[in-house]
């Protein structure tokens, strides 16, 4: 058996690496304990607060937070972290060389009815050494990732990792507390029948995704000349998750439901890490359009319109856009 120390002692470039993730994934350990307890833990509902996305953040948000934060202040390597739930990034330690961001709890709204939640993270270089780190020092593009990865908290606690250029994924043996590598080198589909996304906001979509949508509800008596299956976890890492273990298509497309943001997935710590994984997974990653481990970010929470997964249909969806363009 290949455990993740095991694993990173072997495959990550740099200790200080290592080093970050372990913390974070011995942070993983305890939420997923937390998540286990569930009602009896008192850390279901309301923290009775808001976020910089102005979204109502849930006990389990706000706990899995600070966990992460305070575990990773006090890793030397650690220069900063910048989160969801924190307005601005906090400075960590001055002459680490690592960036860390995260969601800590992605799907928090699936917490109180028991379905699957995660912890998306990424992991950038830091350049100043000796100085404090800035939210600035975050705004690199997803290109440059030293690693990402999340974990889900499912019927079984899971680690996907990306460090060199493959995609691994280990399982948590919650007796022996130790993440036991499964799959060594995950890899997609190039086509798939299978997407994922919420066709509740089709009203306020482009005119391309409109297309592409009824293209694939119309299956095979339609241009596609195939069915099509949907799923929707309604938590960005269990639909990842799914297209790693066998393909599809996700999406959070662009919509003008909400004048100011650009579709509802924040660019920073969710489309970048998971982007980072599809993508050495043998995937596609893009805005509708361009590749989104090519965007120069302005700001460590803005949203980006999401298409992601197998790489034949991100491309058709590429194109359709691309020819409307052109009309
Ligand atoms: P929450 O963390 O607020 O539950 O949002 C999860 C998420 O950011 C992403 O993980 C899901 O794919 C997406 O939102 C679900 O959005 P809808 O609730 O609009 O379907």
Redesign the pocket.
């Known amino acids: 058996m290949t455990t993740l120390a095991h694993y990173l002692n072997n495959h990550a470039s740099d200790p200080a690496l290592s080093d970050v993730i372990t913390t974070i994934t011995d942070v993983g350990k305890t939420i997923s304990q937390l998540l286990r307890k569930g009602a009896l833990a008192d850390i279901l509902g309301e923290a009775g607060n808001q976020n910089v996305q102005g ?1 109502d953040q849930k006990k389990l948000d706000v706990l899995a937070n600070d966990l992460l934060l305070d575990a990773l202040s006090k890793n030397a390597h650690c220069a900063g972290v910048a989160s969801e739930e924190l307005d601005n990034a906090t400075p960590a330690n001055a002459d680490g060389s690592l960036l860390v961001l995260f ?1 800590p ?6 917490i109180d009815i028991n379905m699957a ?1 995660g912890t998306i993270f990424s992991i950038l270089p830091y350049q100043r050494q000796g100085q404090n780190s800035e939210n600035s020092d975050f705004l690199q593009a997803g290109n440059q990732q030293l690693a990402a990865g999340y974990l889900l908290y499912g019927t079984s606690t899971m680690l996907a990792l990306t460090v060199a250029d493959n995609v691994v994924m280990f399982s948590l043996d919650p007796d022996s507390g130790d993440y036991i590598l499964i799959n060594d080198n995950v890899q997609i589909d190039a086509d798939t029948s299978e997407y994922a996304v ?1 066709s509740s ?1 089709y009203r306020y979509w482009l005119a391309p995704m409109q297309q592409y949508i009824d293209e694939l509800i119309a299956g095979e008596v339609g241009v596609r000349g195939r069915d099509f299956n949907t799923r ?6 269990g ?1 990842v998750h799914r297209i790693l273990c066998r393909g599809g298509l ?1 999406t ?1 497309p662009f919509d003008t439901k909400y004048a100011h943001k650009a579709g ?3 660019l920073m710590y ?1 489309a970048n890490p998971m982007s980072l994984l599809i993508e050495r997974a043998g995937g596609g990653a893009t805005d509708a359009v361009n590749r989104i481990l090519d965007i120069e970010p302005t700001d460590i929470h803005q949203r980006v319109p999401v298409v992601l997964g197998s790489k034949n249909e991100v491309n058709y969806v590429r194109d359709l856009h691309l020819q409307h363009a052109d009309k």
């Open positions: 979204e969601d709890l992605d799907g928090s709204s699936n939640v919420n906001n929707w976890v309604a938590a960005m890492v639909d996700f959070y509802k997935l924040r969710e």
